[in-house]
Each structure stands twice: as structure tokens, then as C-alpha cells.
């Protein structure tokens, strides 16, 4: 079957009105969730082994102290019992030859560790480490002419080893980006594999200073703190990243990425108890932060500035206070002020959970609701329950109204429309009190409780009342939930250009379902004019940011030529990035791609794979395509019977096709007793709907 055209998805797989905000108690059964730790521990005397490379003498733009840097974390890596290779002023060939000989010493097992000083940029999503005498003119030729991070990533994480850490203080301010189409600044966040972290010399995008001493100004922070003993390496780094932020004036903010399993320490050793200031002192201290931190996120006495936002949270939850970790957890989940984290966003919701945070406990009923695979939280709406129960029992408005939307749909708990409509007259009533005290984030639950609660609960105006207030005050949910009203003309009058002003109030504040959304309507031409290449432009932007239905989207667009060049290849990386993700549509097309080769290498059993995948979730096509590769035999053993129960699946959602091949199957007997009078019933039905093949086929039954 060919390729079906990107459709315009306006929905979303899971509500996004799911977090909200408050503080209370911890119970045992929260502890009890915890998701399983592995126990490694260091092992005495295991080797330790360390690539370092420090590249500065560029042609354009040369740096004075990546030289410097790597030269003095060589010395300081030694120190702490590392084999140390180290690389200065390398061209690709020598970087390249220099990992692979680092993937081969990480063999024997123990720690491996990465540092790499120089410049570095993302393009499309993906982050390269530039060699010395790089020729590189445009995004594309940082591909042949730059060194893959994710290269590095793949060899450490192949070696099995205990642990590797990744060090990049490679986000000094590009000279290769100018001429670029996006305008590149800084690196891409990446996700660690397990049992790997990765440390940034600064936020995702945005840029570190070179220094003005004999080292960068994050290494040398980090060459301070390696010194100290007793420290875990996330102690280490959360120290640098307080240092670089101190010396910086707050304009760098060093990040990490982490999946580790055990504990390292660069020096053993008892680390010094720092003085104590105090709980009241502490908590005083904590409380202020995180309160400047709503200020910014919700504009409200200070600009709205979420990577501000961020920042206040950050260093409130390093201070132990639970509601800021809560936030964070929001933060990380829908990608404001950060790229989108899931792990780390159910690191912070499990630890305000774990303190009793019912916005934190709230957090982690919508991870088991979505379930988290990649940090080892399966979907389970029992879990989401328990969790929302928790945080309802606290008074937590929006954690009301997701007990309300369990019983109302028998997620997790038996249906029940009269605990739904209860609790969802407990979350309105704690919800309007809330959002009178102008609390935006508590508008916005107000309007979606309202539009989407029980039936009795229900008030459509009065949710686009509320919706638009929020909206009004910079709420990126809101308004594309307000975009989404008009454009049905649910609540108020249809107006597509209204639609479009709100969405694209949205997705400019970097929303990935609202740029998602913003590019299905420029591809429709709803509310603003036609544009297919504008369209691209969105989905890229909403794909980059893991939002799954862009990532399909824009495979879509590639590999139809609409709006961007034709590129089957490019097509089959973005369906795989939301196959992976589990999204059925894109599961199908990637197996039509490994079916017929393009784009990919042909492999038949993969693609069966994926039409499995697909057609164990419902997708009508994937059934259908499954069927036929049983019937031909091609990518797993012949089997009629089986061939004949993908088709049935399919015909009976409507399929033409399957309904054909159904049809045929029973007027030959084939996987199925010869049936000609359910022959026909197929047959007619397929041939109702155009198709020529299920004419002829009739007209043969009927002679």
C-alpha cells in the first residue's frame, strides 16, 4: 500500500491539562513506586579510562583555551586515576581513529569518560564536535566535515561499561552558523543512555564563554571541583554549574542529561559538611526562588521569561523544596524554558512526590498514565489513579479533576458517573478560587474541566471565557485550546482566522503541539493563506522537540516532495523517531519504507515487524499490509489462515482494499472455507467504495 498523506492532527494521544501546583504530606505507598534502582556500586581498583581533545586553532575563529582546557583535564583526570589519551588541534580523521581507539579500551569494562573543548553546533536536532580545518559552508557540509556526538555516545555506550560521562564545553559561540538557515546557537540536548551522563558547558541553544584567563570559564569551575573528595559526580556537577552561574552573572547555565544506575566519585574521600544555615534560613531562602520562578512563568510582576523560570526552580529544588522540584517536573514534561526531558521531568515529579508535594504526586499520575518506557514506568492507569487520588486528597484542583476524568472514563478505576461528576464539582469549586486570586495555570484547568468534565459539569461558553482570559495572560496551552475552540466553533462563533492568531500565539512561545497544529493549518489553508513549505517549517520545529505526530507529519512532507524537497531517507528517519514512539500511523509507514527499500535498506521482516506493531494498535492499513505479507509469505512464514485474520480485522473497520482481499480469500477458499456468499458480501462492500478490482471480481462470482 502506498503512503498515506500527512492529515491535518489537531488532537493530542493524551490530555496536556494534566499538572498542577500545591504542597502537602508524603505517604509509605509513594516510596513503594519507586522505580527500580540498580545496585552497582564501584568496584575497587576497575579501570578508568579517558579521551580527552581540546581543539582551538581554527581558521575561522580561533579559540585561545580549549588548549588549555584539555591540557589541564588531562592533569586533573590523571590525578583522579584515569588512562588518559589526549587529542589537541585534531582533524576528523584523527578524532575519528582517537574514538574508536577509546571504544576498544572501554572493552575491559570499568568508567569511560569523554571531554571535548572546541567548537561544536546542532543541526536538525543532531549535535557535531568541529575539527580542526573543517570546510564547512553550510548545514549540510557539517555532516561529512563534523564529528557526530552521538558517534561518541554509541561507541561508550556499546562498550557495556559500568558508567561514562560525556563532557562537552563545546557551546562557544559559532562562526560556521551565520550563513545557516536556523541560525544554529550552541548544542541540541541529548538524551543518555543508561548508565551515562552528559554534562553541557551551558543551556541547550544558547552559547559559553571561551574565558578570559588560561581556561573557559566552565572548565574552570570544573577543574576546581574535581579537586574536592566524597563528592558524587552529580554533586560535582550541580557545584559547577552554581559556579559558572555565579561567575557568569547568571548569562551561562551548565546542563546535564543523566540515566546513571550506581554511584562514581572522581575522588573518594569524605566530603566537607557545609555549614548549615538553618531550616527556617534554608527554607525561607528556597521559597523565594520558587516564588520568583512562577513571577517569570506566568508574567506576572516580572516579563514572562521561562528559561528564567527555570533557573528559579532549579535552584530552589537544589535546596530541597519540593514544589519547585514539582514544577520542574512540568517544565521538563511540556518543554517550557527546556528542551523536552521526560526522564528528567519523572526524576523531579517522583522526588516532590516522594516529599509528600501533591503537584509532584499529581506529576506522577500522568506518567503512569503515558507511561515512560525509556525510564522503565510502564503504562499503568491503576498507578495514575492512586497517584491522582493522593494529590486529590490534598485539595489539588487539577488533581481533582483528573480523579473526576478516571471515573468518568474507567481509567485505572470502574466507571462511575457519579464520583465523576462529584469530584468534578470539588475540582471546579477549588479551581474558580484559584483562578480568582489570578492564578493563570489554574484558568486554564478551570476552562479544559469545563470542556472536556462529565456532561453535568459542562459549560462550553464559560470555558472559552476562561480560556481566553488565560490566553490573555501569555498561557501557551491556553490559547492553542482557545485556537482549537474557534476552530470548531465550540463555545464560540467559528472563526478560522481567529484560530490561527491564537495558534500561532502558541507555537511562537515554542509550544510543540501548537506548532504542530500551526502546520496542519498552513498546509490546509485554515485561517491563514496555503503554504506547504510554511507548514514544514513548523512541523520541523515541533519535531525537533519530540512531538510525535509532527515527526510524522513531516516524514510525510519528505516523502512526498510537499513543501520540502523529496528526501524518502529523511522521511524514513522522522517515521522511525515517532515509530519508536509508538505512534501506529508512522509504525505502518516505516514498514511500507523497509518493504520496498525506500528510503531504507529493504528488509521484509522488519517491515513486518512494524505492521505488527501498528496493527496490534488497530491501524486498518497495517492490518491489511500485515495480512498480505502472510499471505505471500514475504518477511515470515506463509500462513493463509493468519493472512485471512488481518484481513477480516481490516474489512471490518472499512478497508477497500482488505475488503478485497477478504473476498477474494473466501471465493477460493483460501485460509478459509470456500464461502461465496460471504464473497460477495465482501466484494460488494469494496466495490461500493471504487474499487475496480472488486467489480471485476463480482462479475466473475456471478458467472
Given at each position: 500500500?502506498?503512503l498515506?498523506?500527512g ?17 502537602g ?9 519507586r522505580p ?6 564501584p ?6 579510562v ?12 580561533p579559540?585561545r ?7 589541564a583535564?588531562a592533569?586533573a ?6 588512562q588518559?589519551d589526549?587529542?589537541?588541534?585534531a582533524?576528523?580523521k584523527q578524532?575519528?581513529d ?21 567548537h561544536g ?12 580545518g573543517?570546510?564547512?559552508a ?12 552521538n558517534?561518541?555516545?554509541a561507541?561508550?555506550d556499546t ?6 560521562l ?23 540536548q541529548?538524551e543518555a ?17 571561551d574565558?578570559d584567563?588560561?581556561?573557559g570559564l ?13 563528592l558524587?559526580v ?6 559547577v554549574?552554581?559556579g ?32 548549615d544555615?538553618g531550616?527556617?534560613?534554608q527554607?525561607d ?8 520562578g512562577?513571577?517569570y512563568?506566568?508574567?506576572?510582576g ?7 523560570a ?9 535546596l ?6 514539582a514544577?520542574?517536573?512540568?517544565m521538563?514534561t511540556?518543554?517550557?524554558?527546556t ?5 528528567k521531568a519523572?526524576?523531579?515529579?517522583q ?9 509532584g504526586?499529581n506529576?506522577?499520575g500522568?506518567?503512569?498514565?503515558r ?15 492512586r ?15 483528573n ?6 472514563l474507567g481509567?485505572?478505576v ?7 461528576v462529584?469530584?468534578?464539582?470539588r475540582?471546579q469549586?477549588?479551581l474558580?478560587?484559584?483562578?480568582d ?9 478551570l ?12 459549560d ?9 482570559k488565560?490566553a490573555?495572560?501569555?498561557d501557551?496551552m ?5 485556537s482549537?475552540m474557534?476552530?470548531?466553533?465550540r ?8 484560530a490561527?492568531?491564537?495558534m ?5 512561545q515554542?509550544?510543540?503541539?501548537a506548532q504542530?497544529d ?5 498546509a ?13 517549517l513548523?512541523y520541523?520545529?515541533a ?19 510537499r ?18 514512539q ?13 518493504q ?5 535498506a529493504?528488509d521484509?521482516?522488519q517491515?513486518?515487524?512494524?505492521y505488527?506493531?501498528a496493527?496490534?494498535?488497530g ?23 493468519l ?11 472499512g ?6 482481499n ?9 485460509g478459509?472455507?470456500?464461502d461465496l ?17 472488486a ?7 456471478g458467472?
Open positions: 500500500m502506498l498515506r498523506p492529515r491535518v492532527l489537531f488532537g493530542c494521544l493524551l490530555p496536556c491539562l494534566l499538572l498542577g501546583q500545591a504542597a504530606q508524603t505517604s509509605g505507598e509513594n516510596r513503594a513506586l527500580q534502582q540498580d545496585s552497582s556500586a568496584v575497587p581498583g576497575e579501570q578508568r579517558a579521551l580527552v581533545i581540546g581543539n582551538g586553532a581554527y581558521r575561522e575563529s579559540l583555551n580549549p588548549v588549555n582546557d584539555a591540557k583535564m592533569s583526570l590523571r590525578a583522579c586515576g584515569f588518559v589526549l587529542i589537541l588541534d582533524g576528523r578524532m575519528l582517537a574514538v574508536r581507539g577509546f571504544g576498544q579500551k572501554l572493552g575491559a569494562g570499568g568508567v569511560g569518560l569523554f571531554y571535548y573543548a572546541g553546533m546542532a543541526v536538525r536536532g543532531a549535535n557535531y564536535l568541529i575539527p580542526v573543517a570546510d564547512i553550510t548545514e549540510e557540509d557539517v555532516q561529512s566535515e563534523g564529528l557526530d556526538a558517534t561518541v555516545v561507541r561508550m562498550a557495556k561499561n559500568r558508567l561514562n560525556l563532557i562537552l564545553d563545546a557551546c562557544r559561540n559559532n562562526p560556521f552558523a551565520r550563513s545557516f538557515r536556523g541560525g544554529s546557537r550552541g548544542l541540541a541529548m543512555p543508561s548508565g551515562t551522563f552528559i554534562a553541557f558547558a551551558t543551556a541547550p541553544g544558547a552559547t559559553a564563554a574565558g584567563g588560561a581556561n566552565y572548565t574552570q569551575q570544573l577543574l576546581k571541583t574535581l579537586r574536592e573528595p566524597g558524587k552529580e554533586e560535582v556537577f550541580k557545584k554549574r552554581i559558572v552561574k555565579q561567575a557568569s552573572h547568571d548569562q551561562q547555565v551548565p546542563w546535564d542529561s543523566s540515566s546513571l544506575t550506581g554511584d562514581f566519585y572522581f575522588q573518594p574521600g569524605t566530603a566537607p559538611v557545609p555549614a544555615p531550616p527556617r534560613v527554607d531562602r528556597a521559597r523565594g526562588m520558587f516564588e520568583k512562577l513571577a512563568h506566568r508574567g506576572q516580572l516579563p514572562r521569561n521561562d528559561s528564567e527555570l533557573l528559579q526552580f532549579l535552584q530552589a529544588a537544589d530541597g523544596y519540593a514544589p519547585a522540584m514544577y520542574l517536573g512540568r521538563y511540556f518543554g517550557w524554558g528542551p523536552v526531558q521526560v526522564r519523572l526524576e523531579y515529579f522526588k516532590a512526590a516522594e516529599a509528600g508535594d501533591p503537584l504526586q506529576g506522577m500522568f506518567m503512569y498514565l507511561g515512560v518506557p525509556e525510564a522503565g514506568i510502564e503504562k499503568d492507569p491503576r498507578q495514575a489513579f497517584w491522582f487520588q493522593l494529590a486529590a486528597e490534598q485539595g489539588l484542583g487539577i488533581a481533582l479533576k480523579v473526576a476524568d478516571a471515573y468518568r481509567q485505572g470502574t466507571p462511575d458517573q457519579g464520583r465523576a462529584l469530584y468534578a464539582r475540582a469549586e477549588a474558580v478560587k484559584a483562578a486570586s489570578g492564578d493563570v495555570d489554574a484558568m486554564a484547568w476552562a479544559n474541566l469545563l470542556e472536556t468534565g462529565p456532561e453535568a459539569a459542562r462550553l461558553d464559560l470555558a472559552a471565557s476562561w480560556y481566553r488565560a490573555e495572560q501569555g501557551a491556553a490559547q492553542r485550546s482557545l482549537l474557534f476552530l470548531a466553533g463555545g464560540v462563533a467559528k472563526d478560522e482566522a481567529q490561527a492568531t491564537w500561532r500565539r502558541a507555537a511562537e515554542g509550544n510543540a503541539q504542530n500551526l502546520g496542519a493549518m498552513c490546509k489553508g485554515l485561517g491563514l493563506a496555503k503554504s506547504e513549505e510554511q507548514a514544514v513548523w520541523r520545529q519535531a525537533e522537540q519530540g512531538e510525535v505526530h509532527a515527526q510524522y507529519n513531516l516524514g510525510t512532507m519528505l516523502a512526498g516532495g513543501g520540502v524537497a523529496k528526501s524518502e531517507e529523511q522521511a524514513a528517519l522522522w517515521f522511525r523517531k515517532a515509530a519508536e509508538g505512534l501506529a500511523d508512522a509504525q505502518n509507514n516505516l514498514g511500507v519504507l523497509c520496498s527499500g525506500r528510503g531504507v529493504k521484509e521482516a517491515a513486518v515487524a512494524w505488527r506493531k496493527a496490534e494498535q491501524h486498518m492499513y497495517a492490518q491489511n499490509n500485515l495480512g498480505a505479507m502472510y499471505k505471500t509469505g514475504r518477511g515470515v512464514a506463509a500462513d493463509d489462515g493472512a485471512v485474520i488481518w484481513y477480516r480485522k481490516s474489512a471490518e473497520q478497508y477497500l482494499q482488505a475488503q478485497y477478504l473476498g477474494w480469500c473466501c471465493a477460493h477458499g483460501v478459509t472455507p470456500k456468499e460471504q464473497a460477495a458480501v465482501w466484494l460488494k462492500k469494496s466495490a461500493d467504495q471504487g474499487n475496480d478490482a467489480v471485476q471480481e463480482l462479475k466473475k462470482l458467472r
